[in-house]
């Protein structure tokens, strides 16, 4: 643990890679896209719900309802930065780093995300990519919950964590390529 309950989990362990073939299928909707103040609207109706990317953290903040489990990586998909100041309030619970290269879903982010859900939540700061963040906020909040992230140019995907949701996640993972890293797990 560092200053102010910000810590680093390692890279070591396992990787899942996305093929190829499965892009296409990541990129599909999996709930349904709200923009605008119909989107605002039911973000401050969710009770439990984690968020994924920069905008749609930022957004939640914003509008007074942090997620439990913000993901982020300090950039906007046009490259824009995002200030760390704008993540403030959610960091102050409890900030977590990890490395997740693009393309690939780590077991540190996955672990990460599965610590925050468990201690109360936080901020998990990712160098690399986090969109596959979104994954690992179905498989760790609990049934009921919802996952919200960006949908570029269109609005913000709300995701209910069913049984549904979970075993789509799972399947997902299966199809990705497993490799192992370091010395970790």
């Not at 899942?16 to 296409?24: E, G, I, M």
């Not at 719900?49 to 913000?70: E, I, K, N, T, Y």
């Not at 309030?89 to 610590?115: D, F, M, Y």
Request: proline letters at 5%; glycine letters at 12%; aromatic letters at 4%.
């Amino acid at each position: 643990m560092t200053r102010a309950g910000t810590r680093s989990a390692s890279s070591n362990g396992r990787v899942w890679v996305v093929p190829d073939a499965l892009r296409p299928t990541l990129a599909e909707k999996y709930g349904p896209v709200y923009a605008g103040e119909d989107a605002d609207r039911r973000i401050r109706a969710l009770r439990l719900f984690g968020a994924c990317g920069d905008l749609v953290v930022a957004r939640s903040l914003q509008l007074g309802h942090p997620p439990l489990v913000g993901i982020v990586d300090y950039k906007t998909r046009r490259g824009e930065p995002v200030p760390r100041e704008t993540f403030r309030t959610l960091g102050a619970r409890r900030t977590v780093r990890v490395t997740n290269p693009a393309g690939q879903l780590t077991e540190a982010l996955r672990s990460a995300v599965r610590e925050l859900v468990s201690s109360g939540g936080g901020l998990l700061e990712v160098e690399g990519e986090e969109d596959l963040g979104s994954l690992a906020l179905v498989e760790s909040l609990p049934l009921g919950a919802t996952v919200i992230y960006g949908i570029p140019g269109e609005g913000v995907s709300f995701v209910l964590v069913d049984d549904v949701a979970k075993a789509h996640v799972r399947n997902l993972v299966a199809q990705m390529e497993l490799r192992r890293t370091g010395n970790g797990d």
